[in-house]
């Protein structure tokens, strides 16, 4: 057994792209192999926050496809931060009002959308309408109707849209799938997954509905929401929810804690749970028929492991999961294939998160058929 664990562990890291050449819905086809080597593909930041700055830039710098070739801000102290810190030329430097002037400027290949999520449809269009490829944070927008207007927007302009799904790129969570899907335990049966935080600053936009468009749930919650999607490899069917909150005056616009039910065609049932209000939400686990698999921190930058209920451990080092999710989409544009995070992925997550608060406000189950 050990030996098992040593080969797939060696697959993984031998690979040219380690979390690009497992998807959740089989293996890909080696797109590192097919890719101009000479060839890097320029990326702009839109929203040089905390994302941009401590995870998206530095993972940058690490990737094999991709250039940082360009910046969005509305700070230009900012801006001279970033021009010097990453060698941007100015006319690679834009603001929220000019981007569409980046029609005319090869440097910029893909425009990764990192601001508050009630933003990200004025953003990722003004990009596509540019000519521009989309890679767009989670949650993808703040309705369905949003994530359709980014979706039909990049379709028009005949770019391609990713959503930043990173944990698809994530080698333990794809071991985990790998297990669901090919029934190592035999059939799931049952998902638990929750994610949450206690939040510090009342002030901030993850506070305010109409730029959050909701509290955890569509901040961390969507983790635990996609875990049961990616390891059941299914949609839910039906939704019910929970809801609490402790701190009416910090949580008056959005959710505190919030807890769901789902359950899937094959019969799958879910827990999942989101919180604002404290820590230690990080975890699925996955019961099928003759055991169970979990992950324990499931959802982090690093650090990711888990068990199995025979004993063996769950531990494939960490990867820069910014990098490998940037290098996946970049050789997506250098090769001309499909992403395995497409903006209907972004779209059915705020469908189903629709259904959650639904479920919670009304107290009645939510059909999703
Ligand atoms: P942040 O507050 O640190 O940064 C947001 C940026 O957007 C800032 O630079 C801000 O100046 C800019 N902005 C532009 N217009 C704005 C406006 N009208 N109001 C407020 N800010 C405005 O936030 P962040 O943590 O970097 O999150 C940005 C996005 O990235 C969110 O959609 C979030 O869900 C997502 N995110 C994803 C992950 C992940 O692991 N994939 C982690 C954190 C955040």
Avoid at 38 to 61: E, H, N
Avoid at 119 to 136: D, N, P, R, T
Wanted: glycine share 8%; net charge neutral.
């Amino acid at each position: 057994m050990k030996m098992k664990f040593h080969t797939r562990r060696e697959f993984i890291k031998t690979t040219a792209l380690a979390a690009a050449s497992v998807s959740f819905a089989g293996p890909l086809a080696s797109r590192a192999r097919a890719a101009d080597p000479d060839r890097k593909i320029g990326f702009a930041l839109a929203g040089l926050g905390r994302l941009s700055t401590y995870q998206i830039a530095p993972a940058l710098q690490k990737t094999k496809y991709c250039r940082l070739t360009g910046i969005v801000t509305g700070h230009p102290a900012k801006a001279e931060q970033w021009k010097s810190q990453y060698h941007i030329p100015d006319k690679n430097i834009y603001n929220y009002d000019n981007m569409e002037t980046m029609a005319d400027n090869p440097d910029i290949d893909i425009v990764y959308v990192v601001t508050p999520n009630a933003l990200h449809a004025e953003h990722s269009i003004k990009a596509a309408k540019a000519g521009k490829h989309v890679l767009c944070e989670k949650p993808m927008e703040v309705s369905v109707e949003k994530c359709q207007q980014i979706i039909d927007a990049c379709k028009q302009a005949g770019r391609q849209l990713a959503i930043g799904y990173r944990l698809h790129f994530e080698p333990n969570n794809l071991e985990c799938a790998r297990l669901a899907h090919e029934k190592v335990f035999g059939d799931l049966k049952m998902i638990d997954a929750s994610f949450g935080f206690a939040i510090g600053d009342p002030t901030q936009w993850r506070l305010k509905r109409d730029l959050a468009g909701g509290g955890p749930l569509m901040d961390v919650g969507i983790y635990a929401l996609q875990a049961t999607r990616y390891l059941s490899g299914e949609e839910p069917i039906l939704v019910s929810a929970i809801e609490t909150k402790t701190d009416p005056v910090k949580f008056k616009e959005v959710e505190e804690s919030i807890a769901w039910q789902m359950k899937f065609p094959s019969g799958v049932m879910a827990h999942c749970g989101t919180t604002y209000k404290f820590p230690g939400l990080d975890r699925f686990t996955a019961y099928a028929q003759s055991g169970w698999f979990e992950l324990n921190p499931a959802y982090n930058y690093s650090g990711i492991r888990g068990h199995r209920s025979d004993g063996q451990p769950i531990q494939f080092p960490s990867i820069d999961q910014f990098a490998a999710e940037m290098d996946d989409f970049a050789q997506c544009i250098l090769n001309n294939q499909p992403t395995k995070v497409p903006g209907e992925e972004g779209l059915r997550d705020v469908k189903i998160m629709m259904a959650v608060y639904e479920a919670a406000r009304t107290g009645k189950t939510v059909s999703l058929v």
